[in-house]
């Protein structure tokens, strides 16, 4: 997988997708942090710019659409 930067898009495998602003700053992070555990309220900081409440729930829809735009077309 592939960051295109300062595009929102990316590629994976060939296959090109695009991507909100804050879904690329969330694979970016990712990308740069390929084996590391990363606590949510780094990432809240990190993707986002922003200290979320610990139990919102805008880390786990984003990873959920970050997911699904990467899913092989069925």
């Known amino acids: 997988m592939s960051e295109h930067a ?3 898009d990316a590629r994976r495998g060939g296959r090109r997708f695009a991507l909100t602003t804050t879904e ?4 970016a992070l ?3 942090n390929p084996p590391t555990d990363l606590h949510r309220a780094l990432i809240y900081e990190r993707a986002w710019d922003y200290h979320f409440s610990l139990s ?3 880390l786990d ?3 959920g659409s970050l997911r699904a735009t990467q899913a092989p077309d069925s």
Do not use: V
């Open 6 to 8: 300062p595009d929102a």
């Open 24 to 27: 690329a700053h969330l694979l």
């Open 30 to 32: 990712f990308l740069r």
């Open 56 to 58: 919102s729930n805008a």
């Open 61 to 63: 829809f984003t990873i």
